[in-house]
């Protein structure tokens, strides 16, 4: 099942912020609609309800019990905490710190999504956030000429993702170290752009493609 089908179900896609947000949460742990109800003990044409009309307004009980099921908060499930920094919470009880092997930090780099870029600019060293995909086995991104991320061309550069959980304070953190270079070859950038999902959120022109080519990856993870 696609992630686009596990989202969606089979009677329409989300709609309304909190059912985006239920949506997004859901397909993020594998979980189907039916799924999430029973984990909730709600009828699943509630939860149906709940992600495709923006005007629900679930009582405070249901809230916990979807919170609860989703393995998240009721602050993450209503935009409470959108624009706070990750990990405000207290650390967990007796936290386990683990380093990742090379194949676990493989798994959760792949395929796409946000991460943050480290390069060295005439300023000083800068870290801006990049919509990236991972095409055989390389960090890309599209950037504009001049953009800040561009200037990671030619150098090595740091590229980091994470995922943070605040409802149990726990996390995990991917490092790439690695020489950044921009892709010139048409034929190469006709490939990238027909396998690559992410398109940089920032919108306008950006048709300068960079690729990092790793030769660290290391990473760590906190479970309580």
Do not use: K
Not at 2 to 7: K, R
Not at 117 to 122: F, Q, Y
Not at 134 to 160: D, I, K, N, Q, Y
């Amino acid at each position: 099942m696609t992630e686009q089908t596990q989202a969606n179900g089979t009677q329409g896609p989300p709609s309304g912020d909190l059912g985006r947000r239920l949506a997004a949460r859901r397909v993020q742990l594998g979980l189907t609609r039916e799924e999430t109800a029973a984990r909730a003990g709600m009828a699943t044409s509630y939860v149906t309800h709940l992600e495709q009309h923006p005007d629900a307004a679930p009582g405070r009980g249901a809230m916990f019990a979807l919170a609860t099921a989703l393995e998240t908060t009721v602050s993450a499930l209503t935009g409470g905490d959108a624009d706070l920094p990750p990990g405000p919470g207290r650390a967990g009880y007796a936290p386990e710190f683990t380093e990742l092997s090379t194949a676990e930090c493989t798994e959760l780099l792949s395929t796409h999504g946000v991460g943050r870029l480290a390069v060295t600019t005439a300023l000083g060293p800068m870290i801006v956030p990049v919509n990236y995909s991972v095409v055989e086995g390389t960090v890309v991104f599209r950037t504009a000429h001049g953009a800040t991320p561009s200037l990671a061309s030619g150098g090595p550069v740091a590229f980091e993702v994470d995922r943070i959980d605040d409802a149990f304070s726990q996390g995990w953190s991917v490092l790439v170290r690695g020489y950044a270079r921009t892709v010139t070859d048409i034929g190469e950038e006709r490939r990238l752009a027909e396998r690559t999902y992410s398109e940089p959120w920032a919108g306008g022109r950006r048709d300068v493609w960079v690729r990092i080519e790793p030769f660290a990856l290391t990473g760590r993870r906190i479970v309580v």
